[in-house]
């Protein structure tokens, strides 16, 4: 078995996807991707998460960065053994995928999934792996970001505070911190965002194939 992200922007067509699990064993399965379409969502938020100032351009470009390097460089080996759960007992109120205007301008679509929880509300490790980011981002405000090893990650975002840190290994259902109004945000709320291989795919699709039964 093998787990395998077709990224949001992945252009339908059929594909082929190279397989090799060592010891000789390979094959080549062919991949078919549908396409789909998304909604549009239009929101109004702080211009400065629109148009950033430049004073912030420095800053956007450190984190950038630093995302960038952290998903180049994931654990080689599964961190998690157990089922993924929801970090937050509310509803999806986001869907993945939704194109994105803010403000009146088109951004990139979004890449996750909103969880619209009261702000306070306890954030839970939807699985086991390492903490690589707590930190503060200029656009996701306060994040957590957990390798869950194999190139699987999850970025939790928008927190109110940070209770965990950078190196901690987590389990599931583990609190990370709390549900908040940081960053680039219409009112308090949850941004769960999963990467496979670099891939940006659905966390509630995850949690239907890997979740809870």
Do not use: C
């Not at 450190?62 to 180049?72: G, T, V």
């Not at 869907?95 to 009146?104: D, L």
């Not at 981002?137 to 975002?157: C, E, K, N, P, R």
């Amino acid at each position: 078995m093998a787990l395998v992200g077709i990224d949001l922007d992945r252009k339908p067509g059929q594909y082929h996807v190279a397989i090799d699990a060592g010891g000789g064993l390979t094959a080549d399965e062919p991949l078919r991707v549908l396409p789909k379409t998304f909604p549009t969502r239009r929101l109004t938020v702080d211009e400065n998460f629109v148009n950033p100032p430049a004073s912030v351009a420095e800053r956007i470009a450190r984190d950038s960065a630093l995302l960038a390097s952290i998903y180049a460089h994931p654990a080689a080996q599964r961190l998690w053994t157990t089922a993924f759960v929801r970090p937050v007992p509310q509803a999806a109120n986001s869907r993945f995928g939704t194109r994105s205007i803010f403000n009146g301008q088109p951004r990139a679509p979004h890449g996750g999934a909103d969880f619209l929880s009261p702000a306070g509300t306890p954030i839970h490790a939807p699985n086991a792996g390492r903490v690589v980011i707590a930190r503060d981002l200029y656009f996701t405000g306060g994040t957590v970001i957990i390798d869950h090893g194999q190139g699987l990650f999850s970025m939790l975002a928008h927190m109110s505070y940070i209770d965990a840190h950078e190196g901690d290994l987590v389990r599931a259902g583990d609190v990370v911190g709390a549900v908040g109004a940081t960053g680039r945000v219409t009112g308090p709320h949850l941004h769960w965002a999963v990467r496979v291989n670099d891939a940006r795919v659905d966390p509630l699709s995850v949690l239907k194939l890997l979740g809870q039964p």
